[in-house]
T-cell receptor, first 112, second 111 residues
Framework: QKEVEQNSGPLSVPEGAIASLNCTYS??????FFWYRQYSGKSPELIMF????GDKEDGRFTAQLNKASQYVSLLIRDSQPSDSATYLC????????????FGTGTRLQVTL | SQTIHQWPATLVQPVGSPLSLECTVE??????LYWYRQAAGRGLQLLFY??????ISSEVPQNLSASRPQDRQFILSSKKLLLSDSGFYLC??????????FGQGTRLTVV
């Protein structure tokens, strides 16, 4: 079982719609959860982080965490063509020696 | 503010040649440092991570090695490159429990 799993996509949504990206993780001791966006040929950039169960909103983005189900998601409202990219879920355990593990990413395509 | 420098941006190396990629972080102390590799169209594969000087954890057995000679310096090396070493190499830093920040990456092509 992979440590962090994502559907590779592509996920295609029309402009203005809500895009829903999902991620599951295997380590119940995971403490920190991150969503990164990566454009082709570029390095990942942080969109959201979430540490506690529930929802966290930032502009058009909402991260949702359910530790009991080991599930984290990212919702993008009013999707724009500029949101077309690969979205990476990352998980980090607690403690100073914990590593940051990424999923393989979901490719999002926002169509006109 | 913190910044991370990674160089070179692109590199073309023949099979069997050595490799040295360097990453430095400014504006913070005692960061956790990471080397990732991303093959074309694939996800990020964690290669090495370090929580302090001289402390290296290896995630994938291969012909690469890493060193951390100074607190904010992380080096990825190879004595002899293979074709399969081609990819996009990313250095990242993080503090405990916080988000990771990435360098601009090095695109390595082994020919």
């Amino acid at each position: 079982q992979k440590e962090v799993e994502q559907n590779s996509g592509p996920l295609s949504v029309p402009e203005g719609a809500i895009a829903s990206l999902n991620c599951t993780y295997s380590d119940r001791g995971s403490q920190s959860f991150f969503w990164y966006r990566q454009y082709s040929g570029k390095s990942p950039e942080l969109i959201m982080f979430i540490y506690s169960n529930g929802d966290k909103e930032d502009g058009r983005f909402t991260a949702q965490l359910n530790k009991a189900s080991q599930y984290v998601s990212l919702l993008i409202r009013d999707s724009q063509p500029s949101d077309s990219a690969t979205y990476l879920c990352a998980v980090k355990g607690g403690g100073t020696a914990s590593k940051l593990t990424f999923g393989t990413g979901t490719r999002l395509q926002v169509t006109l | 503010s913190q910044t991370i420098h990674q160089w070179p941006a692109t590199l073309v190396q023949p099979v069997g040649s050595p490799l040295s990629l360097e990453c430095t972080v400014e504006g913070t102390s005692n960061p956790n440092l990471y080397w990732y590799r991303q093959a074309a169209g694939r996800g990020l594969q964690l290669l090495f991570y370090s929580v302090g000087i001289g402390q290296i954890s290896s995630e994938v057995p291969q012909n690469l090695s890493a060193s951390r000679p100074q607190d904010r310096q992380f080096i990825l090396s190879s004595k002899k490159l293979l074709l399969s070493d081609s990819g996009f190499y990313l250095c990242a830093w993080t503090r405990t429990g916080t988000e990771a920040f990435f360098g601009q990456g090095t695109r390595l092509t082994v020919v």
